[in-house]
Antibody
């Protein structure tokens, strides 16, 4: 059974770079039927898709965040990563990684999430 | 960019009642690309429905999805105590390649 686990720094200073990694267990990141996504949820708010990376390494991002967000994949470690540059308090959120269906639209499963606070 | 608007913002019902949650898209969405999620406090979102009407693995049949074009509905036929949560709809577009969530409907116990 596929499981995802986020890891990374839970505290980032304003203007610095947020970096998170999602590690898969029980499945391969190179599986052709899926993409891999990052989604966040600000305190008390709804869900916001940040971007996704396909099994071939193609990426697509939320248009309003495109200049600051980057997703990459490490095939050998079976993990994918998120970086968000020039962070502000608005980037404080719980960050989730998730598997994304390719043919049909869904996110499942999700990692448990990692809380990231932007503060000096 | 497609915007998803969910209504109502909050729905107050009693166990045993029927819940009807709405999701309206700002432009037509392919049925294949409309999904619903449930999120309970402190928990990860859970996929309920994909393809507008297909239940995800392990989802009870009291949950059903319907709709097409710009109007979609999640129906819970008979509310159980564990169904009180926040529900999100979600869609994707192939060009531009974006995904978006609605703002959520909170289903609370009356």
């Amino acid at each position: 059974q596929l499981q995802l686990q986020e890891s990374g720094s839970g505290l980032v200073k304003p203007s610095q770079t947020l970096s998170l990694t999602c590690t898969l267990s029980g499945g391969s990141i190179s599986h052709g039927g899926y993409s891999w996504a990052w989604i966040r949820q600000s305190p008390g708010k709804g869900l916001e898709w940040l971007g996704s990376i396909t099994h071939t390494g193609n990426t697509y991002y939320k248009s309003s965040l495109k200049s600051r967000v980057s997703i990459s994949v490490d095939w050998s470690e079976n993990q994918f990563s998120l970086t968000v540059t020039s962070v502000t308090g608005a980037d404080t959120a719980v960050y989730y990684c998730a598997r994304e269906g390719v043919v049909e639209n869904w996110f499942d499963p999700w990692g448990p999430g990692i809380s990231v606070t932007v503060s000096s | 960019e497609i915007v998803l608007t969910q209504s109502p913002g909050t729905l107050s019902l009693s166990p045993g009642e029927r819940a009807t949650l709405s999701c309206r898209a700002s432009q037509s969405v392919s049925n294949s690309y409309l999904a619903w999620y449930q999120q309970k406090p402190g928990q990860t979102p859970r996929l309920l429905i994909y393809g507008a009407s297909s239940r995800a693995t392990g989802i009870p049949d009291r949950f059903s999805g319907s709709g097409s074009g710009t109007d979609f509905t999640l129906t819970i036929s008979r509310l159980e105590p564990e169904d009180f949560a926040i529900y999100y709809c979600q869609q994707r577009t192939n060009w531009p390649p974006e995904r978006a969530f609605g703002q959520g409907t909170k289903l609370e116990i009356k």
